[in-house]
Structure formats: structure tokens, C-alpha cells
């Protein structure tokens, strides 16, 4: 509590670790209706179908996570896509990779 409340000289790192596990729990259980906040910027439409593979986006501001924990477990994106998990980490983890930007 003392890092997050003490802003740990700027290193915001304890923050967005606990927001990852915590958001991902919430996806994995059953919480996958959870709407994107309106910035005022209409969002892309996603292509028909997810990409082959983890990419990253040259410019904007979607991109994939180079690695994320699920249950304990460092996963990447190229896991969600062959575990064909794109419902579950396509929104916040794995975008690009599942044509959701």
C-alpha cells in the first residue's frame, strides 16, 4: 500500500503490475463485457479475421504487451493466438495481434 500511496519516487512499475493481474483475473472470469472508455476518438473498426501472429503497430497508440502473467504463468501473445484465446486478452493484452485496434 505504502508504494502505491507514496508514488515510489515516480516508479509507477507496482501499479501497473498489480492492474495486469488484477485485469486479467477480471477477463478470465467471465467479466469480458467490460466497455472501453470514450476518449471522444472513434475507435478502428477490427479487420474480419486476427492476425497470424504478435505484431507490433508502427504508429498509434494499440499495440501488443511483449509479455503478460495469466494464473501465475508469463504468457505472450502468441500464445492467446494458438490457445485461441483472442476473446479473453485481445482488448488490452494482445490487440494488434487479434485485430482489435
Known amino acids: ?14 501499479f501497473f503490475d498489480a492492474f495486469q493481474v488484477a485485469w486479467t483475473l477480471a477477463v478470465e472470469n467471465g467479466h469480458d463485457v467490460l466497455n472501453d472508455l470514450d476518449c ?4 478502428t473498426p477490427p479487420p ?11 504508429t498509434g ?3 501488443d504487451l511483449e509479455q503478460f502473467i495469466v494464473n501465475g504463468v ?11 484465446k483472442c476473446h479473453n486478452f485481445g482488448q488490452v493484452e494482445c490487440p494488434v495481434s487479434c485485430g482489435t485496434c
Open 61 to 63: 497508440g494499440c499495440s
Open 74 to 84: 508469463i504468457r505472450d501473445c502468441q500464445w492467446v493466438l494458438n490457445k485461441d
Open 1 to 14: 500500500v505504502q508504494n502505491f500511496a507514496s508514488g515510489n519516487r515516480n516508479d509507477n512499475a507496482a
Open 48 to 58: 474480419n479475421s486476427p492476425s497470424t501472429g504478435p505484431v507490433q503497430e508502427p
Open 40 to 43: 471522444g476518438v472513434e475507435p
